[in-house]
């Protein structure tokens, strides 16, 4: 809004900002990567549910298979946010500033999931996942699967500046892992896989965008990744993620699956907004407005064949 229209604003006003905010706003790569499942328990017991089997010739009638099952349980936490604001600059407030600190105070909500999954990401070589392995572990399997790694690790002649060209190697590498995963019925698990998101911290961010945009390589030769995108082969995300602390690690998430390497659990029914604007009791005995918003909700690991953990070294 400009300046030269803003009007003071009602506690109901900023109450449905908030809330007109919370529901359109972006929260980035979240949806991407995590499984949405909403809940009014306190605590939700999820069965992650091994894959169908395969198809084979019929003879002499059906062989039926059971689904095979994973519990683990995953408990909502509360959250709440309180801004406080003096009751004279709500009031006097004519640059609609206010509205800007609330578009921001409804980001910070929106991006709360994407803060908790990234600490998840962090921790994944020292966290289990619904297998009883680390969620990156270079031993995973269940049933018919056999072992496998997506824990990986690539050459780099500085491990934390690795230059494009070796980001390109390390990319392909990490994807080619994903499509050799196989699922507990020892099929392909990733074989429809199309588009990836690669996700680096800050420090490399540049060779990470090269190394998926940039049509020339190496001694000019054309850049494989960009070529395969290109061509409708692959579609790639570079997701710059300035929460993760890591200065050799990236990793490799499939974005088109119908599982997600994440857990989101989250109660809507809890999700409020409270304002005590310049006409509230609140106000008047204390001289300053709050708004206020609470989220309950928490997140875990979920499939792991569908990331990939790569260390330069």
């Not at 406080?84 to 991006?111: C, E, H």
């Not at 001694?219 to 409708?232: E, F, H, R, V, Y």
């Not at 300035?242 to 109660?267: E, H, I, N, S, Y």
Request: net charge negative; proline share 4%.
């Amino acid at each position: 809004m400009r300046p030269d229209t803003f009007t003071y604003l009602t506690d109901s006003a900023v109450r449905a900002m908030m809330i007109g905010a919370l529901e359109s706003g972006d929260n980035g790569w979240v949806n991407d990567l995590a499984l949405p499942i909403d809940s009014n328990d306190a605590s939700e017991d999820l069965a992650w549910l091994g894959t169908p089997p395969a198809l084979q010739e019929f003879v002499g009638g059906r062989t039926e298979k059971e689904l095979a099952e994973y519990h683990f349980s995953v408990s909502q936490k509360d959250y709440e946010g309180t801004l406080r604001v003096p009751k004279k600059t709500w009031v006097r407030d004519k640059s609609g500033q206010l509205q800007v600190r609330i578009a921001q105070f409804a980001d910070r909500v929106n991006g709360h999931p994407a803060k908790l999954i990234s600490s998840l990401i962090e921790d994944g070589e020292d966290h289990t996942c619904y297998d009883g392995s680390y969620f990156f572990h270079t031993a995973h399997s269940s049933k018919n699967s056999g072992t496998q790694d997506n824990d990986l690790g690539a050459t780099a002649s500085t491990a934390t500046a690795p230059t494009a060209a070796e980001m390109t190697t390390a990319i392909t590498a990490a994807i080619q892992a994903m499509y050799g995963f196989k699922d507990d019925e020892g099929e392909p698990t990733n074989q429809m896989a199309k588009r990836f998101g690669i996700m680096v911290p800050v420090p490399f961010m540049g060779a990470a965008w090269q190394a998926v945009t940039a049509a020339i390589g190496a001694s000019g030769a054309t850049a494989m990744l960009p070529n395969l995108q290109t061509k409708g082969l692959l579609s790639l995300e570079v997701l710059v993620n300035p929460r993760l602390t890591w200065t050799t690690k990236f990793a490799t998430f499939r974005m088109d699956g119908a599982t997600k390497p994440f857990v989101l659990v989250q109660d809507d029914a809890m999700r409020d907004v409270i304002t005590l604007g310049p006409t509230s009791e609140y106000c008047q005995l204390n001289g300053k407005c709050v708004v206020g918003v609470d989220w309950s909700g928490n997140v875990a690991y979920g499939a792991w064949d569908q990331a990939v953990l790569t260390t330069f070294s």
